[in-house]
């Protein structure tokens, strides 16, 4: 079985829906709402199972919310927020990635779950980064 097989049926066994695959460059892009991912992106092409969730663009360019990422990164079990940037914009993601050769389905589990942690965490420092609310003193 390749990798894309066991990946894709590891997030259906863990009931993931898949809303998008292409077969050809081992991308999935999997749907769980009810769990806060939202077409995240699974790229299994290689030997490393890379996971990508995009989580906001960035409105306003503010060092101290990258420094505040930074440090919500030393608690996450898995994974980590980064910052993908382009011309035009930077959007911060979580990332994360697993070796494929073993990949079993308490593995896959727990980095998914690390998403899910991740966001109810930090939600309140995320919202206020992404400009959807102002910090209360």
Known sequence: MS?????????????????HEEVETGILII????????E???DCED???VMEQI??????????HYKQLLQMNRFLVHGAFV???????????FRDTLQLENL?????????NALTFALVENM???LIISGQTEKIA
């Not at 989580?55 to 101290?64: C, G, L, W, Y």
Request: hydrophobic residues 40%.
């Open 3 to 19: 990798y894309f097989e066991n990946v894709k049926e590891l997030v259906l066994a863990l009931e993931y829906d898949i809303v």
């Open 47 to 49: 030997d490393v199972l």
């Open 55 to 64: 989580i906001f663009p960035v409105k306003k360019d503010n060092p101290e």
């Open 31 to 38: 749907n769980k709402e009810s769990r806060g991912i939202c």
């Open 83 to 93: 910052l993908t940037s382009s011309e035009d914009f930077n959007i911060i993601a």
């Open 40 to 42: 995240m992106i699974l």
């Open 104 to 112: 079993d389905q308490n593995e896959l589990e727990a980095s998914l």
């Open 124 to 126: 309140d420092d995320l």
